[in-house]
């Protein structure tokens, strides 16, 4: 189960609902408008034809009645079983995927504006490889001349009686040991604040703020708030990773400071900003 987690009244809530809210675009809208997230499949997926589930979740000022699904220009389910917390909305459907590329296109119905997100996936086996060159069948070398016949040798000349000599031992050749592969750096597919507007304050007064990541070759996920001391390490569950921030600043940390994902694992590191994060002196009241 994932978690989501948001202010309300001005104090921090957790809830928990069924889907994880996973597959972030980088950039999302954090001034209130519309926005419309496809959390899975990932983008440029390869699937197995068959029963595909799809899931999304979207946000906007007024209430969503429901989502919309479209795979290649054609509405193929709609939802409004609706999973709510606060202004955002979570939903799940069931897609019979054909072989073949398709374009998965989810919108809202009802709310404010008209927001749709896209994903390219792929259902089946990739395309055949190239074959491999069947070796030539004429021969790579001429055949050696037959060898003329020696002369016979004379009965008169009598060889000397002689030891045979020893063939010299060949020395081993080394052997090379093969280069090592070189190890996938990380790569960070998506990630965002958990919650907008993104805001914490100077005293710790239990405000919190969530970012989640869809990060792959991965060992360790950090949020880095830059401008401040403040790092924070992210827990995984597979290719997804969570991490919590508190209120607690120093007073000159006070404004708005960038975000920054940072993956690291065995191959490199690699790390991509989300947005800015803003630091208020004083708790609102209650």
């Known amino acids: ?24 675009q980088s950039g999302a ?27 999304a979740h979207a946000t906007a000022d007024d209430e969503i009645d429901g989502l919309v699904l479209s795979v290649d220009g054609e509405e193929v389910a709609t939802t409004t079983d609706l999973e709510r917390s ?9 897609w019979e995927a054909p072989e073949g590329e398709h374009i998965l296109v989810v919108s809202q119905d009802g709310g404010d504006g008209a927001e749709s997100r896209e994903r390219l996936v792929y259902v089946g086996t990739p395309s055949d ?14 055949p050696s001349e037959k060898p003329s016949e020696s002369a016979t040798p004379s009965e008169s000349a009598t060889p000397s009686e002689s030891a045979t000599p020893t063939e010299p031992t060949p020395e081993p050749k080394p052997t090379q040991k093969p280069k090592p592969e070189p190890k996938p750096k990380p790569f960070i597919e998506a990630a965002d604040f958990e919650t907008y507007p993104p805001v914490l304050y100077a005293f710790n007064c239990g405000y919190t703020v969530g970012v989640q990541a869809e990060v792959i070759n991965a060992t360790s996920v950090t949020v880095i708030i830059n401008g401040t001391n403040k790092r924070f390490a992210m827990t995984a569950d597979g290719t997804r990773w969570y991490a919590l921030m508190p209120s607690g600043f120093d007073a000159d940390e006070v404004g708005d400071h960038t975000v920054t994902v ?7 590191s690699s790390s991509i900003p989300i947005g800015t994060l803003t630091v208020k002196l004083n708790c609102p009241k209650d």
């Open 29 to 55: 809208s954090g001034d209130g408008s519309a926005e419309v997230w496809i959390d899975g499949p990932l983008a440029e997926a390869q699937l197995v034809p068959g029963e595909i589930i799809v899931s």
């Open 262 to 268: 940072k993956a690291t694992g065995p191959g490199g």
């Open 129 to 142: 490889p190239v074959p491999v060159e069947k070796p030539s069948d004429k021969p790579s070398e001429k």
């Open 86 to 94: 606060g202004k955002l909305v979570y939903a799940t459907f069931e």
């Open 1 to 24: 189960m994932g978690w989501v987690t948001t202010a309300v009244s001005g104090v921090a809530a957790t809830v928990g609902v069924t889907t994880l809210v996973f597959g972030l």
